[in-house]
């Protein structure tokens, strides 16, 4: 398994502002996942954070909005730029390490004003 | 159409009963299935993860999948209390390709 921990567990912001999320892993991980999880909605993939290098977007989701981070095997952040009401929601990281089991942190909830 | 629907309750059931939770998926190409558990203010936790058809058993949860109607289930016996929270399917095409969520079932067990 992993212990993941997420900072800020909550916050609420004014709109116009960005707020980072960070995750930390006990561990080292192979892949860290960002994801947004709306009231009634499913999970949905933001990104997938790649170590070194420009994280991957999934559609609808992009760079300017959402820059994230991820400069160890251990630790992410992630962005949320310009936030608007409609970006309060709950962000989780998730980590893996064989890609087939994922764990994830206790969510940031966000809610913008 | 979503790719994975599941009804989201609420769903209360008494302590001691077999729960039956349920999800439906449109492509036949997902070949690994999943159920996660969300308590209250926490991230999912895997509860169950399947490939193709059949059945898995643990402890007092079975995962059920049938291919040929694309229809997933998790059943729980013997429910308890503690087993008051949001249940999540999940699906994905490989074992390393992206998850793709149910949106939950909010299940609450009566004492």
């Known amino acids: 398994s992993a212990v993941i921990s997420q900072k800020p567990s909550r916050d609420i912001c004014q709109r116009g502002t960005s707020l980072t999320i960070q995750c930390q892993v006990d561990?080292?991980?192979?892949?860290m996942f960002w994801y947004r999880q709306q009231p009634g909605q499913s999970l949905t993939l933001i990104a997938t954070a790649n170590q070194g290098s420009e994280a991957t977007y999934e559609s609808g989701f992009v760079i300017d909005k959402f820059p994230i981070s991820r400069p160890n095997l251990t630790f992410s952040t992630l962005t949320v730029s310009n936030m608007s009401p409609e970006d309060s929601s709950i962000y989780l990281c998730?980590?893996?390490?064989?890609?087939?089991?994922?764990?994830f942190g206790p969510g940031t909830r966000l809610l913008v004003l | 159409q979503k790719e994975v629907e599941q009804d989201p309750g609420p769903l209360s059931v008494p302590e001691g009963a077999i729960v039956s939770l349920n999800c439906t998926y449109s492509n036949s190409a997902f070949q690994y299935f999943m159920w996660y558990r969300q308590y209250s203010r926490k991230g999912p936790e895997l509860l169950m993860y399947t490939y193709s058809s059949g059945n898995k058993e643990d402890g007092r949860f079975t995962a059920q999948v049938d291919k040929s109607s694309k229809y997933i289930s998790l059943f729980i016996r013997d429910s308890q209390p503690s087993d008051s929270a949001t249940y999540l399917c999940a699906v994905r095409y490989s074992s390393a390709s992206k998850i793709i969520f149910g949106s939950g079932t909010r299940l609450s067990i009566r004492p």
């Open positions: 561990s080292q991980v192979t892949m």
């Open positions: 998730s980590v893996t390490r064989d890609s087939e089991t994922q764990y």
